[in-house]
Structures are given as structure tokens and as C-alpha cells.
């Protein structure tokens, strides 16, 4: 009944958010920085709040702009995420077909990829380049899917090249939850969100890590994540209740 709740309030209030933002895009223009603007509105005010998602965080985006990498845990880390970080986000182009979601998303700033398509890889990293050069942030998770493990999956390289050979800046970021349920274990979206915001509240470690450059793609990617798995490994001492599918298979 509480997640069911929960989503009406959402889809409601994304549905008015974005009636909102159309009605007046005569007046204010339409670009990305309006359109930032209003999605982190949307979060600050109704998203995070509805679905009590309670965020410790560290840190803070740069300046300038940058590619910021993060590990993947669930559905939910571009909404904790994009409270912070005004960015486009490289998403899977299965969130294309969720419904009231895939609007949201388009309208304030994401990069849809096929991941088993090469030249549609090589196409959004092509676009991620000219975004950040254009003075926007990108959002990419490179291990290409949910992290199920105490540390994360192995990254692709490919963003890092590209950060490479285009003197990008990067920008490691963190995250972990406390609560088992919080991770993205079920493939159909809708048992997810009900088992994901069925509990009261979710509880939600975020850390931005120091600006990175380097002329070499895969030194730059050891780095990353060297520091994301040092963070997730802090991040977890004495808080985490998730049962990571390494720790069942130590157990064994």
C-alpha cells in the first residue's frame, strides 16, 4: 500500500512538473540549465521526500565541468545523484519504455545507449565528449550494469579514453545503501519499486571524490576505481545490512 501510495504522488506530481515546464517554455526558454533546475526541484521537494530516501553525502560536484563515475546499485541512484549534480546521464535505452520516467528523463538531460550496439557506444561517447566541452556534466556508470558485490564489477574503459584523448576531467563518485532491498535485484521495474519503497525509509551514503586527469585511460581507470572501492569499503564497515552475493559465496 506505501509504495502504491508513493507512486501516484510520483507520477502526479512528474506529470504536473512537466505540464509545468511545457506551459511555460514560451516564457522561460527551454535549455539545460532550466531544465536542471527543474529536476532538481522535482527531487529536493517531492522525489526524495515522498520515497524517504535519507542521503549522508560528502563532497561536492566541481566547478567546471566534468565526466562523474559512479558505481551502480539501483534504479534510484540518478534520483539521490542529480540532487547534487546538474548532468546529462548516460542511461541503458530500456529506460526508454518506462513509463512517466522516460518523459522525465528526456526533458531534463539524459544519453540513451544500447550497450550491445558498438557503434551506438561509440555514438553517446562521441556525444558525452561534445556535452562536457559545451560546459555540461555527464553521468556514466561504467560497470554497465547493478553491482551485486562488495566492490564493484569491472569498469569499461571507454569513457576513460575518451576522457584521455580529450583532456577531461574526472570526477570519482561513491554510493552505497544500508537496506538489502534498495538494490536493483529484480529485473521487472514495478516489483522493484514495490519492493524497494515498501519500507519506510532508505538510507543512502553518497561521496564525490577529488577531480582526476590523466593521459593514460586505463591508469585513470584503476584510479577510479581503486578510490570507489575504498569508499564503498568505509561506507559499509558497522552500517550495511545488504547480503552481497561474494559474502554468500565466501560462506559457502
Known amino acids: 500500500m506505501l509504495a502504491f501510495l508513493r507512486a501516484i504522488i510520483i507520477i502526479v506530481s512528474m506529470l504536473l ?18 531544465a536542471f533546475a527543474l529536476r532538481k526541484n522535482w527531487l529536493n521537494y517531492v522525489g526524495l521526500p515522498v520515497l524517504n530516501i535519507q542521503v549522508s553525502h560528502e563532497g561536492k560536484p566541481q566547478s567546471g565541468s566534468a565526466l562523474y563515475v559512479c558505481n551502480h546499485r539501483s534504479f534510484s541512484d540518478p534520483l539521490v545523484l542529480c540532487n547534487y ?8 535505452a530500456e529506460v526508454a519504455n518506462y513509463p512517466v520516467i522516460n518523459w522525465g528523463a528526456k526533458l531534463t538531460g539524459v544519453l540513451y ?18 556535452t ?47 537496506s538489502d532491498s534498495d538494490l536493483w535485484r529484480y529485473e521487472n521495474f514495478i516489483v522493484q519499486f ?8 532508505s538510507e543512502v551514503k553518497l561521496k564525490f571524490g577529488p577531480p582526476m586527469i590523466s593521459n ?20 559499509q564497515k558497522n552500517w550495511s545490512e545488504i547480503k552481497f552475493i561474494d559474502d554468500a559465496k565466501t560462506n559457502s
Open 216 to 235: 593514460d585511460g586505463e591508469e585513470l581507470k584503476e584510479n577510479v576505481v581503486t578510490w570507489v572501492n575504498d569508499q564503498l569499503g568505509e561506507m
Open 132 to 178: 562536457i566541452k559545451k560546459g555540461y556534466n555527464v553521468l556514466v556508470y561504467p560497470e554497465g550494469t547493478i553491482g551485486l558485490s562488495r566492490q564493484t564489477l569491472p569498469f569499461k574503459v571507454g569513457s576513460f579514453l575518451e576522457a584521455t584523448r580529450n583532456n577531461l576531467t574526472v570526477v570519482p563518485v561513491a554510493i552505497e545503501y544500508k
Open 85 to 92: 549534480l546538474d548532468a546529462y546521464v548516460i542511461a541503458k
Open 17 to 34: 512538473w512537466l505540464l509545468y515546464y511545457i506551459v511555460t517554455k514560451p516564457i522561460f526558454g527551454d535549455h539545460p540549465k532550466r
Open 194 to 201: 514495490a519492493t524497494q519503497f515498501s519500507k519506510w525509509k
Open 113 to 130: 545507449v544500447k550497450r550491445n550496439n558498438k557503434d551506438s557506444r561509440n555514438a553517446v561517447r562521441e556525444m558525452m565528449v561534445d
